[in-house]
């Protein structure tokens, strides 16, 4: 008869037990905030679509103290989030190769964060030509 | 003659016919600068309890039989010094997410079905006879495949995957890569056979790039980037099958 | 050899995919805008986010689009990343797990929709 008897361990926890996993579980975690980004925008769209005295009323919300540290808060995750996608791109995309040469992956990481910076810059303008 | 020094090395013990579950043993392991983790646990077994149970070979990270949590990290004990550890305690452990067959041995049974069914060779595109001669493959073609020959089975991208520990069916990093290997080849024609894998409810999805498989693997595979381009090119066998007349998988 | 089932991951996956990379791209950008320049007074003119400016916007088809489409990338990338997560922490793919990610996803991109349509062109 066998005497075998593989153990299995649990995975209880599994998160806490390296610093790599915290880091993860903590890019992970932006996507809460991205929920939430996308929950007050929706807020947003039904007060617009209710009218002007409701879209004004959601424009004073959005000027509450809270909101403005909720905001913050939101720009930090969200940001941390951008810095997170771009620093994985060299493990999530397939290495481009210009004349048989693989692109440095740390070039990659900085073409997205530069990508950021731009749509970043480029926006606003726009929201500030639309604007004015 | 400077003073012997003395590094403690906690052991996870588990011996299946005895113990109910795992539990932790520390020696007390005389070593000099030039001793490995791996040596150090083999003069544990020689000075101290024969019945330790560890897998080793070559002694030169080329075997990839020697892997095992040091400190939490998978690691290739043969390529770990314990000078690097001293004076803190070394806690050794069998690599993790793999069940435990005994003491620092792991049941791999799981990991070599999922090797086979990767179908890790090459399945001509084109069978030639010996009279129409060798297959020819520039050094273009060469490279794009090489990085991913370099594994050796060594596991420790699975110690290093919670997918895996908590998906036990999942494909895993290092049978990926190797299927990428072949995919890759440019003498191979058996993409559509191993996408059957790949887009399966056992394959790439499963990954959700948390990276850690790349980070420890010691022949700089990068398995997580093959498991993730695979996510693409399933996710294109997905919506573009029906436009596809040879179709993907089923 | 084993029959394998095809995984229906890559509509989901996708959806995470290239709403994590406009989040990456513009979500700073809106956060900060909608949620602490405007408010503020910051920058940008007083009346950026007005009812008629707003009202212009998304009646207007880019607008409408740009809006729609940040909505619904975002709630669904953060829906499937929150789904990986319950994952992770020991909350398995089960119903309690789907409704509380796609569902609310889904959720949202209805209401968001509807008010968009009736925002009008």
């Known amino acids: 008869m066998s005497k075998r008897r593989p153990y299995v361990r649990s995975m209880d926890g599994w998160w806490k037990k390296n610093p790599f996993y915290v880091e993860y579980m903590i890019h992970e975690g932006t996507a809460l905030f991205i929920v939430a980004y996308s929950i007050v925008l929706t807020f947003g769209l039904v007060r617009l679509a209710q009218g002007e005295v409701a879209w004004n009323g959601w ?14 808060v939101l720009l930090v995750a969200i940001a941390y989030h951008a810095f997170t996608w771009f620093k994985l791109f060299p493990l999530t995309t397939p290495p481009v190769v210009i004349n048989g040469k693989k692109l440095e992956s740390g070039l990659i990481v900085r073409s997205g964060w530069t990508a950021t910076i731009v749509a970043t810059v480029v926006s606003f303008v726009i929201v500030w030509g639309i604007a004015a | 003659m400077s003073e012997q020094k003395i590094i403690e090395i906690e052991v996870l013990r588990y011996l299946p016919e005895s113990d109910q579950a795992p539990r932790p043993e520390v020696y007390k392991v005389p070593f000099t600068d030039d001793m490995s983790v791996l040596q150090g646990v083999q003069y544990i077994k020689d000075n101290f309890d024969g019945s330790l149970t560890f897998r080793w070979s070559c002694r030169m990270a080329i075997c990839g039989s020697c892997g095992m949590m040091i400190n939490g990290i998978p690691k290739l004990s043969c390529e770990a010094f314990i000078r690097d550890y001293y004076p803190k305690r070394i806690s050794i452990e069998a690599l993790g997410n793999f069940p435990i067959e005994k003491d620092l041995v792991v049941d791999l049974s799981g990991f070599i079905e999922k090797l086979e069914a990767i179908q890790p060779y090459i399945i001509p595109k084109e069978p030639r006879t010996v009279e129409e001669g060798e297959y020819i493959q520039t050094p273009a073609q060469f490279a794009d495949y090489i990085q991913f020959t370099s594994c050796i089975n060594c596991t420790l991208c699975y110690a290093a995957c919670p997918q895996v520990g908590l998906n036990p069916d999942f494909i895993g990093p290092g049978a990926m890569a190797l299927m990428h290997r072949y995919n890759m080849d440019s003498r191979d024609g058996g993409q559509a056979r191993r996408m059957e894998i790949a887009a399966s409810e056992e394959g790439v999805y ?26 693409i090119n399933a996710g294109k066998d997905y919506f573009l099958r029906f436009l596809s007349p040879k179709g993907g998988a089923k | ?81 929150i789904f990986h997560s319950l994952h992770e922490v020991g909350i398995h793919g089960g119903l309690v797990a789907k409704l509380s990610t796609y569902g609310l996803a889904a959720i949202v991109t209805v209401i968001s929709g509807v008010a968009l349509l009736g925002i009008g062109f």
Not at chain 2, 208 to 230: F, L, R, T, W
Not at chain 3, 5 to 17: C, E, Q, T, V
Not at chain 3, 27 to 51: H, R
Not at chain 3, 71 to 81: N, Q, T
Request: net charge positive.
């Open chain 1, 59 to 72: 424009l004073e919300a959005m000027k509450s103290p809270l909101s403005i540290i909720f905001h913050l």
């Open chain 2, 206 to 231: 499963n990954c959700s790039a948390v990276g850690y498989c790349s980070e420890v693997c010691p022949k700089k595979v990068d398995p997580g980037n093959a498991v993730n381009i695979n996510k």
């Open chain 3, 1 to 81: 050899m084993k029959t394998r089932k095809r995984s229906n991951a890559p509509i989901f996956w996708g959806l995470f995919g290239a709403g994590g990379m406009m989040a990456a791209l513009f979500g700073p950008v809106m956060v900060f805008i909608t949620g602490i320049a405007v408010p503020l007074g910051l920058l940008l003119p007083a009346d950026t986010m007005s009812y008629p400016k707003m009202l212009a916007f998304a009646q207007s088809f880019i607008g409408k689009g740009f809006i729609f489409v940040a909505v619904f990338l975002f709630i669904w990338h953060a829906g499937h990343r």
